[in-house]
């Protein structure tokens, strides 16, 4: 017998009931019409998001990032899998503007996380492909919210350092996780990328067996080009820790230092100001980017565009020209 696939009518207040009882199928529908590129899908998320609101923002969000083969995914799925042990419930996500490029994700895969793909208290979730890494961010940043709504009181934000998408990241956590493998004469490797003056903490991983040394050594080293940095906050000195993902070694201590970071933050204020400044910086760059989508996703608006950017291109036109004429389109 054949199985027709019906597709359920989308109910809104179901979904919101069903995420509200943290029922994880509701969870993983409501983030499909988040990334769904469906005109009504999107109003619908909008206004689940909205009224999930109040719910949400109780979750310690962090960021995690580091080059391929650091031991990301090892090390979020055994601290993940402390973390469940201790009774949080933990969702993974991801954030990889390549995946609109491969097809696929390499970050958040399941597949990496073997121990909390079937931890009933953890939820992975890979990369939206969205086009841009504006895009990206704009998905995570609502599914965040759906699984705070839902529960998850750790939200890991996963991410690899392709171009900007670790300031991006930076800015939508609570704390930024900087993993860094023991140097092999490439001890200062996150400096040139500035990765350093966004980090909450450095973690050098692999820190067991013959990598030991090399990883404590690592870390005096960052330790010394952390101390040259201007602090980003008074309060707030990010500190080096090593440890060992594989062998779940100093993941306790290095959860103690996110959770002591949100205390001391929480007491001046600037972990709450850190979160009112992201929802607004977050709004103006939604903005940025529905301008952007209306501007070039109407078709005569768009071949206009295209015309204007050869007459500027050529040197036929001032850009000054080209862009009043464009901000008159829009009526601006
Ligand atoms: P990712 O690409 O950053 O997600 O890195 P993976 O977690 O896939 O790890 C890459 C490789 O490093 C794998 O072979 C892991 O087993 C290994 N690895 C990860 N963490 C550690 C660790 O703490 N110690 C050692 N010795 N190997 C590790």
Not at 186 to 199: M, N, P, S, T
Request: proline share 3%; hydrophobic share 45%; charged share 20%.
């Amino acid at each position: 017998m054949t199985q027709t696939v019906s597709r359920r009518p989308l109910d809104p207040i179901a979904l919101a009931d069903g995420i509200r009882s943290g029922n994880r199928a509701s969870l993983a529908r409501a983030i499909t019409l988040v990334e769904s590129r469906k005109a009504d899908h999107r109003a619908i998320a909008r206004q689940l998001v909205q009224d999930l609101l109040p719910l949400t923002g109780k979750a310690l969000r962090v960021g995690i990032t580091g080059v391929p083969g650091v031991g990301k995914s090892t090390t979020i799925d055994q601290l993940g899998s402390n973390l469940t042990a201790q009774g949080h419930k933990v969702a993974v996500l991801a954030v990889d503007p390549s995946s609109t490029r491969t097809g696929g994700s390499i970050l958040g895969d399941k597949t990496r996380m073997a121990q909390l793909a079937v931890d009933s208290n953890a939820f992975i979730r890979p990369s939206p492909s969205a086009g841009t890494l504006g895009g990206v961010a704009a998905k995570t940043r609502e599914t965040m919210l759906l699984c705070e709504a839902a529960g998850f009181d750790v939200i890991l934000v996963e991410t690899v350092g392709i171009g900007q998408s670790e300031t991006t990241v930076a800015d939508m956590v609570d704390f930024f996780l900087v993993l860094m493998l023991p140097g092999a004469g490439d001890e200062l490797q996150g400096i040139k990328k500035g990765v350093l003056e966004i980090a909450d903490m450095i973690a050098v991983n692999k820190a067991d067996g013959e990598g030991a040394l090399r990883a404590r050594a690592a870390a005096s080293d960052y330790r010394a080009a952390l101390h040259i940095l201007a602090p980003r906050s008074l309060t707030w000195s990010p500190p080096v820790v090593t440890i060992s993902g594989l062998a779940n070694e100093g993941l306790q201590e290095m959860w103690a230092q996110v959770e002591l970071h949100r205390d001391k933050m929480s007491a001046t204020g600037e972990f709450q100001k850190r979160r009112a400044d992201q929802q607004v910086a977050w709004m103006w760059d939604l903005l940025q980017q529905r301008m952007m989508e209306a501007l070039t996703g109407n078709a005569s608006t768009a071949g206009r565009l295209k015309q204007l950017e050869a007459q500027v291109r050529n040197g036929d036109t001032a850009v000054s020209v080209a862009v009043e004429e464009i901000a008159s389109i829009i009526g601006v």
